[in-house]
């Protein structure tokens, strides 16, 4: 386990952990920086949640059911045969025995009540006739010619009722709750709609999402790079994510410059459209970092400067709306690998909390060995991670060697975040807290 590093004069801060952007060293920001739990709790405080929507189940993949759904049907409707084979009783098979063939049933064929001492012809799907209660696979039967042209079918035995038969409501059982609201649909769930003959289903609307990026610096990718400008990154990769976690970006301008005024006029005019707005880049200490101020100037403030590594200048605001409303704005910082932290730290839980998803609400949490040491200082740092099974079959955690805000390649095929608590000496061998980034 992570031991207090703080209470170890000789141990050294390792490659992975070490404070990179030197936040660490300001005296000023070791005070005052909120605990990720406090951030996700003023994060989720009086959330908007978004309205329902009857759509069409075709195209209904990755949304959030806004109520429960109970079957109106049974699935199978009715038994049916799981096999290709011979249907008959257990009784006229007994040790064995040579079973006319009475009737050939295909799957969407009606049956026709079994006949005394005889067997049924049947395929895989074709519902059981009324008095057969078993199927025997094709490959056990023998075939032979009988009198006046019927066939005979050699079936083994004894045999056990129910054998090969699919039974009514096995799957899904009429009255009982098919899936709980707060579901976000995926293709199983489709499935048992579609199963129940649903065209449409009452969903959550998905949340409307401005997002932009500042920085002079900035050009968009396919441009000619000029001295001292870099591609814009993160604003494909933000807007791939909230599509991912199930929003809607409706705005995303291809950059803001670095100004107050360019800051707080894209503000005001992403309130107008979006329930959520989403900004990255600009929020540190620097005199070209505008979107505090102006996010303060059109609403409040509620939280910056987070004790959590990467992400440290994260802003959480509320700005008023034309609509009388306020919308919230989440102002991730501009290193990719912050911004790409933070959406999965912030915005997945966020969009969770605002189309009330069980699922995106909390990322999962596994216990793991690590195969990497970490010290950290007065942040919580989340290192990159993939997991691997080690020789003795325990789940192992690697990290990315570089785990700067700056490298994104640390990111890049990233299974989970290996949580490493402030003041904390984390050994190679000691147990780690992952965060699970189920994509
Ligand atoms: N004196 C201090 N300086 C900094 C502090 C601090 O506490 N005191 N905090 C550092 C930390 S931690 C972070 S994180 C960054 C965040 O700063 P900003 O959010 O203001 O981000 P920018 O300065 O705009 O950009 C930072 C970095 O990322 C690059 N960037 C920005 N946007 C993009 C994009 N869309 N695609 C690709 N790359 C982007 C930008 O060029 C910078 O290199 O502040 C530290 N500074
Ligand atoms: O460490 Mo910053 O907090 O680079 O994101």
């Not at 005394?116 to 799907?125: D, E, I, K, P, W």
């Not at 990233?414 to 699970?436: F, K, M, R, T, Y």
Request: hydrophobic residues 40%; contains cysteine.
């Amino acid at each position: 386990m992570p031991t207090d590093a703080s209470k170890d004069p000789h141990s050294q801060p390792s490659p992975s952990a070490a404070a990179e952007c030197g936040c660490d060293a300001v005296p000023a920001g070791a005070k005052g920086l909120a605990p990720l739990a406090s951030a996700l709790a003023a994060l989720r405080d009086s959330c908007p949640l978004m309205p329902a929507e009857r759509v069409a189940v075709s195209d209904a993949a990755g949304r959030v059911l806004a109520e429960d759904v109970h079957a109106e049907l049974d699935v199978p409707p009715a038994d049916n045969s799981q096999m290709d084979g011979y249907c008959a009783r257990v009784a006229d098979i007994g040790d064995g025995a040579w079973l006319p063939i009475s009737q050939r049933i295909a799957a969407g064929q009606p049956a026709t009540p079994l006949a005394v001492a005889s067997c049924a012809r049947l395929f895989t799907g074709a519902e059981i006739p009324d008095g057969g209660d078993v199927v025997v696979m094709q490959e056990e039967v023998t075939l032979r010619e009988g009198e006046g042209g019927t066939t005979l079918a050699w079936l083994p035995g004894p045999r056990t009722r129910g054998d090969n038969i699919r039974v009514q409501g096995r799957d899904v059982s009429k009255g009982n709750r098919l899936l709980a609201a707060g579901t976000r649909l995926d293709a199983a769930a489709l499935g048992l709609l579609c199963g129940q003959g649903a065209s449409h289903v009452l969903v959550r609307r998905k949340v409307r999402v401005a997002l932009f990026a500042t920085g002079d610096e900035l050009i968009e990718p396919g441009q000619p790079l000029k001295p001292g400008q870099i591609y814009n990154s993160n604003r494909v990769m933000l807007s791939q994510m909230l599509s991912n976690f199930g929003a809607e970006v409706v705005l995303a301008p291809l950059n803001v410059a670095d100004t107050f005024e360019a800051t707080r006029d894209a503000l005001a005019s992403a309130a107008q459209q979006a329930d959520l707005i989403v900004t990255c880049g600009g929020v540190s200490v620097g005199e070209e970092d505008h979107v505090r101020p102006a996010i303060e100037a059109l609403g409040s403030l509620d939280l910056w400067r987070l004790a959590i590594k990467p992400g440290k200048p994260l802003a959480l605001g509320s700005i008023n709306s034309p609509r009388g409303d306020t919308v919230r704005v989440v102002g991730l910082p501009g290193n990719p690998v912050s911004s790409w932290v933070g959406g999965w730290l912030f915005l997945r839980p966020l969009l969770g909390e605002m189309t009330d998803c069980s699922a995106l609400r909390e990322l999962k949490r596994l216990t793991v060995r690590a195969a990497f040491s970490a010290r950290t200082a007065i942040r919580q740092d989340h290192l990159r991670v993939t997991l691997a099974t080690g020789s003795d079959g325990q789940l192992e955690a690697h990290a990315f060697p570089d785990q700067n805000s700056a490298v994104l390649s640390s990111c890049a095929g990233a299974q989970a975040l290996a949580v490493i608590p402030p003041h904390a000496q984390l050994n190679h061998g000691d147990s780690v807290e992952c965060l699970w980034l189920e994509r």
